[in-house]
């Protein structure tokens, strides 16, 4: 009898697999552009290896017949204490792209961080109804930045998510090698252009951020997109507990601890590890989101451990889209979730708010 592999089935891998599915349904180019990091990618793998020097201190004889995974924040209540990352091209992954992503999460009720960099109209992704935030890539071009923001905020998106750690562009080795870019029709679909694989011998992407994205940004611009926007904004790529007070006195709505999951700059720490520090900054006044290794439903718990309101997930939702489209990214979050479920009960934890730094001991 022919053994049929999880490759060849639709949605019928677990977390542990998904990556490998992936890969054998992804041109290199777009593998290498989700898995890889910057230079020699040692923050890439120390983001997951710090989840690995955790361990549960569970607890027992606990009633934990009924549990509650639901946790609020920016004024609703979410399903589940984590949501998506912002993801770039989702279309270099499957024909379905952010609307097939978008549909996933609605279907859960899971937030959808949607990146300024999508291969589908932001509009377009919030037809799909999911709880939705809005990360913002500021250009150059004011003008343009702010046609974005209203364009986000007329169609639904709920928060702004403003990435500031990457002034310039990374040195990304495997996007290099590859002269990474997006193959056509596909494009930047919220300005309708092509990213331009020409010059410098970089790849497309860094060619498009070092001249479109604007290098001079400051925390005075956090007034700027407050004002313009009037939405909630998070700040995402904090690592250090004086930026992060920073963003508290300057008015942000809260922070997503972060090293855009290793790809921006090598030999920063782990966010896990950048997390407490953080959170003992920011005492508990606005909510701290942790993005980077989260690839299990008890890396979430191990988040939320060390003081993290909310968890994102990125390569993990990739990966499901690769594998499965819309039914893939549903299959990754139903994964997550019922870790997630598995470990609160298994350690004595009916509810987001029993989570605590008990929790955890370090190895
Ligand atoms: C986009 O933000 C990327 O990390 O490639």
């Given at each position: 009898v022919k053994r049929e592999r999880p490759a060849d089935r639709l949605v019928d891998w677990s977390l542990g697999e998904v990556e490998s599915v992936a890969k054998a349904r992804l041109?290199?180019?777009?593998?290498?552009?989700?898995?890889g990091g910057a230079g020699p990618e040692r923050t890439l793998a120390e983001n997951v290896a710090a989840f690995a020097r955790y361990?549960?201190?569970?607890?027992?004889?606990?009633d934990?017949?009924?549990r509650d995974l639901s946790t609020r924040l920016l004024g609703r209540t979410h399903p589940v204490p984590f949501g998506l990352a912002p993801t770039a091209f989702?279309?270099?992954f499957h024909a379905e792209g952010e609307a097939g992503t978008a549909r996933a999460a609605a279907s859960r009720g899971v937030v959808h961080c949607v990146s300024t960099l999508s291969t589908t109209a932001l509009e377009e992704v919030a037809q799909a109804g999911a709880p939705r935030w809005?990360?913002?890539y500021v250009h150059r071009d004011r003008a343009l930045t702010r046609s974005l923001v209203e364009r986000a905020k007329g169609a639904g998106y709920e928060a702004?998510?403003?990435?500031?750690?990457?002034?310039?562009?990374?040195?990304?080795?495997?996007?290099?090698?590859?002269r990474f870019s997006l193959p056509p029709p596909l494009k930047l679909a919220n300005f309708e252009r092509y990213l331009d694989k020409a010059g410098g011998g970089a790849d497309g992407l860094a060619n498009y951020v070092n001249s479109q994205l604007d290098p001079s940004l400051t925390w005075d611009d956090l007034a700027w997109l407050k004002d313009v926007s009037g939405l909630p904004v998070l700040v995402k790529?904090?690592?250090?507990?004086?930026?992060a007070a920073l963003a508290v006195e300057r008015g942000a709505d809260g922070m997503v601890v972060s090293n855009h999951g290793g790809r921006m700059l090598d030999h920063v720490p782990a966010t896990l590890d950048a997390l407490p520090g953080i959170v003992q900054e920011?005492?508990?006044?606005?909510?701290?989101?942790?993005?980077?290794?989260?690839?299990?439903?008890a890396d979430v718990l191990v988040a939320l451990a060390l003081g993290a309101d909310f968890a994102l997930v990125g390569r993990q939702a990739v990966w499901g889209l690769a594998a499965g489209g819309e039914a893939g990214v549903a299959r990754v979050l139903d994964l997550l979730r019922e870790e997630l479920d598995n470990a609160m009960a298994l350690t004595g934890r009916r509810s987001v708010a029993d989570v605590d730094a008990s929790l955890v001991a370090r190895v």
């Open positions: 041109p290199q180019m777009a593998f290498d552009y989700a898995q361990r549960f201190r569970p607890r027992f004889l606990v934990v017949s009924k989702h279309r270099l809005f990360q913002l702004l998510v403003w990435t500031v750690d990457a002034p310039v562009w990374a040195l990304r080795e495997r996007d290099r090698r590859n790529g904090l690592l250090t507990p004086e930026d920011v005492r508990g006044r606005v909510p701290v989101l942790l993005d980077g290794g989260v690839r299990r439903g």
